[in-house]
């Protein structure tokens, strides 16, 4: 049966996104229906809107959902009618090299079920019956979505859902930064640029990971006073600041480790800039294509600084989401608090807006 779902589109860069009734295709074989509960509007949304994230158009946004299976389709093991899950944004063969090694970020088959569920004909339709993309294999902000069934994630019904749905990008991938890809050491000191959704997650990250000190850096005040309920220890304003003199100097030689939450080749160069010897900066954030970073190659072997990037925290999903959810169980990860705001799929365009005025940590989409 297809049903009709309120969506967000993006139809034209740089325009506003707009909220149609679409038509949701039932489930073919591997695959699944969901009924959204909530989901997170993250900055990548807005980067393909803008076109820094290049997917074609018109296309239904969200990536970061929590919801329940309505229907599943054939041959899909482990997933049933009621489940709860949380949408992850890649795609993982599941038998290449790096999926073998446990590391399916960097799946070489990435890129397939980008647009569309793997068997790839889309599922999406506009009113007019065009088909419809959807982002990164999930099109989450929308009352229904059919995906592949490896992009749902089954979680503990008692979890609640908006909160569920920030573990399926912002949290995990900040987060996992920390933990996976740099490994934070307790008692260390860690620099994190730009305190969105996603920034926020590195700060509260490396708060449980044992961080000494947590200095974090935005342009907005009001974010700079939500990194401190979420664990900084310090803050800088960047425009009052030159912030590699200042990190360099309260920390007597740079910070163990710099996280870069903006999407800017100059931010990271200045991540690595501020690092000490021996330091580790890493590139969270998504530039544009055009944007790059210059190191100056001498420090590489006389300091032996390292400037690598993490790409969805270096999760792998089935092991990083529990995780996620139980250090919330046991109240050592806010999730409810990362929620500044929630809006009905009407006001999509206003959640927009609200994040690049940088009202929000995260602001949320809720459905009924
Ligand atoms: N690597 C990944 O897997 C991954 C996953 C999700 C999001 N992202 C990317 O991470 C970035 C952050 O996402 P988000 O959802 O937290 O965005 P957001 O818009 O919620 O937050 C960005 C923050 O950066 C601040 N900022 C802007 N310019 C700054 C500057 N010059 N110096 C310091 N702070 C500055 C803003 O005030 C805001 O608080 C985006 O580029 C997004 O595309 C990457
Ligand atoms: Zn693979
Ligand atoms: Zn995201």
Redesign the pocket.
Request: with cysteine; aromatic share 6%.
């Given at each position: 049966m297809s049903r009709n779902a309120k969506a967000a589109l993006c139809r034209e860069h740089n325009k506003p996104v707009v909220v149609e009734t679409v038509t949701v295709d039932p489930p073919k074989r591997g695959e699944a229906t969901v009924r959204l509960g909530a989901c997170g509007v993250?900055?990548?949304d807005?980067?393909a809107i803008t076109g820094t994230?290049a997917l074609p158009l018109p296309l239904v946004l969200g990536h970061e959902g929590a919801g329940i299976v309505e229907e599943v389709g054939e041959g899909v093991g482990g997933l049933a009618k009621g489940d709860h899950v949380i949408f992850s944004f890649i795609y993982m063969c599941g038998k290449c090299r790096f999926c073998v090694a446990g590391r399916p970020v960097l799946c070489l088959e990435q890129g397939k079920a980008l647009t569309t569920p793997l068997e790839g004909t889309p599922r999406v339709r506009d009113a007019r019956g065009a088909p419809l993309s959807i982002f990164s294999g999930c099109g989450a902000m929308a009352e229904y979505a059919t995906v592949s069934a490896e992009n749902l994630i089954r979680i503990d019904p008692k979890i609640p859902l908006d909160c569920a749905a920030l573990v399926g990008?912002?949290v995990t991938?900040g987060v996992g930064a920390v933990f996976n890809t740099a490994k934070v050491q307790p008692g260390s000191s860690v620099a994190v640029?730009?305190?969105?959704?996603?920034?926020l997650s590195v700060v509260q990250g490396a708060r449980i990971a044992g961080a000494e000190r947590i200095i974090a850096?935005?342009?907005?005040q009001a974010?700079l006073d939500m990194a401190k309920k979420f664990g900084a220890t310090e803050t800088v304003l960047?425009e009052k600041e030159d912030v590699v003199k200042f990190l360099k100097k309260t920390t007597s030689g740079g910070p163990d480790y710099a996280f870069e939450?903006?999407?800017?080749g100059e931010?990271a160069g200045a991540a690595y800039r501020a690092i000490r010897r021996g330091g580790l900066a890493v590139v969270?954030?998504?530039?544009k294509p055009s944007d790059s970073t210059a190191v100056r190659t001498m420090t590489l072997p006389f300091e032996e600084k390292t400037l690598t990037?993490?790409?969805?925290?270096s999760c792998v999903p089935r092991v990083d989401f529990p995780r996620m959810l139980a250090l919330y169980m046991a109240g050592r990860l806010k999730l409810e608090e990362l929620i500044t705001q929630r809006y009905p799929i009407d006001e999509a365009p206003r959640a927009f807006a609200d994040?690049e005025a940088?009202k929000?940590a995260?602001g949320v989409i809720v459905f009924q």
């Amino acid at each position: 049966m297809s049903r009709n779902a309120k969506a967000a589109l993006c139809r034209e860069h740089n325009k506003p996104v707009v909220v149609e009734t679409v038509t949701v295709d039932p489930p073919k074989r591997g695959e699944a229906t969901v009924r959204l509960g909530a989901c997170g509007v993250c900055h990548s949304d807005l980067s393909a809107i803008t076109g820094t994230i290049a997917l074609p158009l018109p296309l239904v946004l969200g990536h970061e959902g929590a919801g329940i299976v309505e229907e599943v389709g054939e041959g899909v093991g482990g997933l049933a009618k009621g489940d709860h899950v949380i949408f992850s944004f890649i795609y993982m063969c599941g038998k290449c090299r790096f999926c073998v090694a446990g590391r399916p970020v960097l799946c070489l088959e990435q890129g397939k079920a980008l647009t569309t569920p793997l068997e790839g004909t889309p599922r999406v339709r506009d009113a007019r019956g065009a088909p419809l993309s959807i982002f990164s294999g999930c099109g989450a902000m929308a009352e229904y979505a059919t995906v592949s069934a490896e992009n749902l994630i089954r979680i503990d019904p008692k979890i609640p859902l908006d909160c569920a749905a920030l573990v399926g990008c912002g949290v995990t991938t900040g987060v996992g930064a920390v933990f996976n890809t740099a490994k934070v050491q307790p008692g260390s000191s860690v620099a994190v640029f730009g305190c969105g959704g996603v920034g926020l997650s590195v700060v509260q990250g490396a708060r449980i990971a044992g961080a000494e000190r947590i200095i974090a850096i935005d342009t907005l005040q009001a974010k700079l006073d939500m990194a401190k309920k979420f664990g900084a220890t310090e803050t800088v304003l960047t425009e009052k600041e030159d912030v590699v003199k200042f990190l360099k100097k309260t920390t007597s030689g740079g910070p163990d480790y710099a996280f870069e939450c903006v999407g800017s080749g100059e931010l990271a160069g200045a991540a690595y800039r501020a690092i000490r010897r021996g330091g580790l900066a890493v590139v969270v954030g998504v530039a544009k294509p055009s944007d790059s970073t210059a190191v100056r190659t001498m420090t590489l072997p006389f300091e032996e600084k390292t400037l690598t990037g993490s790409y969805f925290g270096s999760c792998v999903p089935r092991v990083d989401f529990p995780r996620m959810l139980a250090l919330y169980m046991a109240g050592r990860l806010k999730l409810e608090e990362l929620i500044t705001q929630r809006y009905p799929i009407d006001e999509a365009p206003r959640a927009f807006a609200d994040m690049e005025a940088g009202k929000n940590a995260r602001g949320v989409i809720v459905f009924q």
